[in-house]
């Protein structure tokens, strides 16, 4: 039985009129999106048709995803709510703190004894609130909950960016900040912008080595990193259904890496086998009851240019692999024209490490396609040419792989099994010789390629591809290979072609597992105590952020002029710093440290004011905070693109920056900054960015009149006496307006509790 069996029953039960409700108030038939949005209102059945990208909504999602490195912070705000237990269904996965070094059992037994005190503490808290608990080693988040919780026309949320994965099983899936978790959590509902919607509309039929990886890589070469934002993509066509429902997460997945607010499927045949294969039946017989209601309406998917703000079309018969990167996850190129475009940008051809697996390609049939190209090697007396990594998206995935041959088949070749956790992937790699910053090759089936982000390295060079194509291209070790045309050299020196991947869409005997690694919490967890040590490197308590005084910001010095891509990789650094998330303090040592500094083109190297010397960018915030002087950041387009991670709002608010400044946010970041009392401006003119000089002191001039739809007007005075006008566009409703002069949304939240 499926758990939560009662609440998914429950939003079925609502669905059929709410959606009726729904399409005779906006008149007319309507996409899936926009049936499971008016299914989870605030305030139940539908009253108002609401504007694309222009109004804003109160939700009410059905559950809550925590992984480990954002949980922390998640729930320590949590507890500072004054709640008892959670409102809603929640889970914390353990899967960030894992570092991936040497294999499973050596790199997992390392992690739980240095994060210890952090899953302890997780542990503590989810059994006191009534939040399930997934241990270190059960699996990826993402994986774990299409495993287990994801279910058709549902509406969740989660501390991940890639929470967007469980649009694989139909339902609307979204990357939040830890503050909007706390939201929900508590009871209270979830506001979102009405998204705009793109359709992509899939014919043809996945053959041979093209996967469903290759379908999300085209659209992100079609959208850019930021042409989904603020816009939800559905998926639809015969191509949509003849995929596997794993194949649908993984396209959902990397539709974080197009801005997109998430991605989905309607239910179909593949979702109602995958839910049976995954011990819920229940689910797939309650979704077949009303299965019309869990996908687009047959007008909208036979006039998509009628119904979505934008349509695209592909080809599943013409697609061909892709491989993107490097250096961003948009650069799309087909592998018949890898080679020249390698030889073209001078990128290096031999390929040092090949990595499958992650929350994005760590499916069954993932595991199986690989293998099938992976048995090769030994079939055809070929040699691995790189190093080859296979990362389990679960321990349910992992069990069975290895009760089916396929772990035995890469230990064969000489590959490398990492812990069933996020490890290369979010740049939990302990890289051997990535401290040398040498150039180099590598190929991935995860789903970022920013630099640094695998290994720490910023001279690696990362593509992206399916995991079959990845195998393939580790076995060739070499960047110009073309499986589908070229030929390898054997140990007998004769020429041998690899044959096409293959392999089950779910295991044929069914998928199993001795211990899948969840706790469930206790019935009571009132006297459950939860201690966080004072001197503690790794958690802190928190301390509400002061409110607003009410008066314009003035005598504000420039922290920082960012220059080009800064994502909250570059805002805020995972790798070694994931071990301190949970430590507001600690963390915020790594603010800022990867922006380019716009006025030298160096990271990590700003000017103080105070002193007219160049320290590091968290050193020189910390030094105007001791000195009462507030602080503004100034970004590029598209700031904040990337993880979810609220830490990259959280450190520019507990160092005293009072503003960011920018040409573009990404939806997630813009968010989280409101809701952690920042002001998250743009430019209304993108070429003020322009004027704005290294020694600039800034003063807002009307920010006592703060409303909705009013600009703000920005001095920018610079070091010679002379002064520039800079206006600012904002998005604040009053609510969000309402969480800057409180200090914080989450100041708001306690309030409401103690009253």
């Not at 570092?99 to 004894?113: F, G």
């Not at 088949?409 to 990535?434: H, L, Q, S, Y």
């Not at 950041?633 to 920018?662: C, I, Q, T, W």
């Amino acid at each position: 039985m499926a758990f939560d069996i009662e609440m998914i029953e429950k939003v079925y039960a609502n669905m059929t009129t709410r959606v009726d409700k729904a399409r005779e108030i906006v008149g007319r038939p309507l996409t899936l999106t926009e049936k499971i949005l008016y299914n989870h209102l605030w305030d139940g059945i539908p009253s108002t048709a609401f504007g694309r990208g222009v109004d804003y909504v109160d939700f009410a999602p059905d559950r809550v995803a925590c992984q480990d490195a954002t949980a922390q912070m998640a729930l320590l705000q949590f507890m500072h709510a004054g709640k008892k237990k959670v409102a809603v269904p929640t889970t914390v996965h353990c899967d960030h703190l894992i570092q991936a070094k040497v294999d499973a059992v050596t790199d997992l037994a390392r992690a739980k004894t240095q994060s210890n005190e952090v899953f302890e503490f997780l542990s503590s808290v989810s059994n006191k609130y009534g939040i399930g608990f997934w241990k270190p080693g059960a699996g990826i988040i993402h994986q774990v909950v299409l495993e287990n919780y994801a279910f058709p026309g549902g509406m969740m949320i989660g501390t991940d960016s890639h929470t967007v994965n469980a649009g694989g099983l139909g339902m609307v899936a979204i990357g939040v900040g830890g503050a909007d978790a706390v939201d929900v959590m508590s009871g209270m509902a979830w506001e979102l912008k009405f998204p705009k919607l793109i359709g992509v509309k899939l014919t043809g039929k996945l053959s041979g080595w093209t996967a469903p990886k290759d379908v999300i890589l085209k659209v992100a070469g079609i959208l850019t990193v930021k042409g989904g934002t603020g816009a939800i993509v559905e998926y639809f066509g015969e191509g949509a259904t003849s995929m596997s429902c794993t194949g649908k997460g993984t396209i959902c997945n990397m539709g974080a890496e197009i801005g997109a607010t998430t991605s989905t499927f309607g239910y179909d045949a593949s979702m109602g086998r995958y839910l049976r294969s995954t011990n819920r039946a229940d689910v797939a017989d309650a979704a077949d009851k009303i299965a019309p209601y869990l996908t687009g309406d047959a007008e909208v998917y036979a006039n998509p240019e009628l119904y979505f703000d934008q349509v695209i079309e592909i080809n599943l018969d013409e697609l061909e692999p892709h491989l993107n990167g490097p250096y961003t996850p948009d650069l799309a190129t087909p592998i018949s024209k890898m080679k020249e475009e390698a030889i073209k940008n001078n990128w290096p051809l031999r390929i040092e490490v090949g990595l499958i697996g992650s929350c994005t390609n760590s499916s069954y049939e993932d595991i199986a396609r690989a293998a099938s190209i992976a048995k090769q090697v030994t079939d055809k007396k070929l040699k691995l040419k790189s190093k080859f990594t296979i990362t389990p998206g679960s321990e349910v995935v992992r069990y069975t792989i290895e009760r089916d041959g396929f772990i035995d088949t890469f230990d064969k070749i000489g590959a490398t099994v990492f812990a069933n956790a996020c490890g290369p992937c979010i740049g939990m790699w302990d890289r051997e010789g990535a401290d040398k910053e040498e150039r180099n090759t590598i190929v991935h089936s995860f789903n970022r390629n920013f630099s640094k982000r695998a290994d720490g390295n910023p001279n690696t060079l990362a593509f992206v591809g399916s995991p079959e194509l990845v195998t393939a291209m580790a076995i060739a070790g070499d960047l110009s290979f073309n499986p589908l045309t070229d030929t390898l050299i054997n140990e007998d020196g004769e020429e041998v072609m690899l044959e096409v991947p293959t392999g089950d869409e779910l295991p044929k005997n069914g998928f199993d597992v001795k211990d899948p690694g969840f706790q469930s919490p206790a019935a009571d967890g009132s006297g459950i105590q939860v201690t966080v040590s004072e001197t503690s490197e790794r958690l802190q308590l928190l301390a509400p952020f002061l409110p607003w005084d009410g008066k314009n910001i003035a005598g504000a010095k420039l922290l920082i002029k960012a220059y080009g891509k800064c994502t909250t990789d570059h805002i805020s650094m995972a790798g070694p710093w994931l071990r301190f998330r949970g430590h507001l303090d600690n963390i915020s040592n790594n603010m800022l440290i990867g922006a380019i500094n716009a006025f030298n083109q160096k990271p990590n190297t700003v000017k103080n004011q105070l002193t007219g010397t160049y320290d590091a960018v968290p050193a020189v915030a910390r030094a105007y905070k001791a000195a009462g002087v507030p602080s503004i950041v100034v970004g590029d387009h598209n700031y904040g693109e990337g993880s979810s991670r609220e830490h990259a709002a959280m450190e520019p608010r507990f160092l005293g920056v009072k503003a960011v400044l920018v040409k573009s946010f990404a939806r997630i970041h813009e968010t989280n900054l409101k809701k952690q009392g920042l002001l998250g401006l743009t430019f209304a003119t993108e070429t003020d960015y322009d004027k704005i000089k290294e020694d600039d002191t800034i003063n807002f001039t009307d920010l006592v009149d703060f409303a909705p739809g009013k600009p703000l007007t920005l001095e920018f005075v610079h070091a010679d006496g002379t002064k520039d006008i800079i206006l600012a566009n904002h998005t604040y409703n009053e609510g969000q307006i309402g969480w800057f002069v409180a200090g914080s949304a989450l100041n708001l939240i306690a309030a409401a509790s103690n009253a």
